[in-house]
């Protein structure tokens, strides 16, 4: 049953997002984005000028969807395979399994920040806050201070298990503004035994729709990986009900990868 939150759990979720931010994160990362769905008609990778976001379309179907990926952590950049061209490039957060993709998420969306021209040559990376600011603030990623102690109320709290079944905690957190654009998250869980998350859930404004959705974490290789999203959505206009889960599977870490091969922009003839 929940029960009310003390201080001790706010200090637990500030101690949970600094441990995170100083986990290492792979230089290479190859993985299969699977996708199923339920009550859409189409779920298809949408390609302009080489550079590829997921496309949904509402329905009574359960289509679904599988693209390798490779991902290079210096820009956080993900080539995934298909298509006529070979490979498109991405930044959108749905295809990157890192923490840093969280930070994609709040502060880009769910198509990410814009590919350069050349990708050799990145954009930005979304700013972590350092450890030493987590406590009593998060320093402020581009316009959003999405995972800062100070703007969220911790409503309720209950012990739960993380879904690998270690011992963790979940708390239940609230906007102090009410603004969930720039302060989506709406429930952690967090692992007592290593302070991470284990866990992330938060609001997910899409074109037509909204709903939530909820990040798995767990370990691979060594690595703290998101290991599958779980998004539940309604249509704004009627009551149209879908679903979306995506798994990340067959995750490896290859030292190297062809990087001219994969990493290149192809924008096609």
Known sequence: MPEPATSE???????????????????????????????????????????????????????SASWPASYRERDDLVSVAGGPLGHVLTHSPIFIPTW?????????????????VNPTTPTAAPV?????????????????????????????????PCPGG???????VEPRTGDRRMHPLTDVTIDLAT?????VR?????????????LHFGTVNGYWMITSDDADMRAILGSLHFE??????????????????????????
């Open 9 to 63: 759990d706010l200090q637990l979720y500030a101690t949970a997002v600094t441990t995170m931010r100083g986990l290492p994160e792979p230089r290479y990362l190859t993985y299969v984005v699977n996708v199923t769905s339920k009550n859409l008609a189409s779920v298809k990778l949408q390609v302009n000028d080489g550079v590829g976001v997921m496309r949904i379309l509402a329905g009574n179907g359960t289509p």
């Open 100 to 116: 840093t993709g969280v930070y994609e998420w709040f502060r880009f969306g769910v198509d990410g920040r814009p590919i350069p």
């Open 128 to 160: 972590q806050p350092s450890p030493a600011s987590a406590v009593p603030q998060l320093s402020v990623i581009g316009t959003v201070t999405a995972l800062s102690p100070s703007a969220y109320r911790i409503t309720s709290a209950n012990a739960d």
């Open 166 to 172: 270690e011992r963790g905690r979940h708390l239940h």
């Open 195 to 199: 302070t991470r998350f284990c866990s």
């Open 202 to 214: 938060f609001w997910l404004p899409l074109r037509g729709s909204h709903g939530y959705s909820e």
């Open 244 to 269: 979306l889960h995506v798994r990340y599977d067959d995750m490896r870490f290859p030292d190297a990868l062809d990087e001219g091969a994969l990493f290149t922009l192809n924008r096609g003839p």
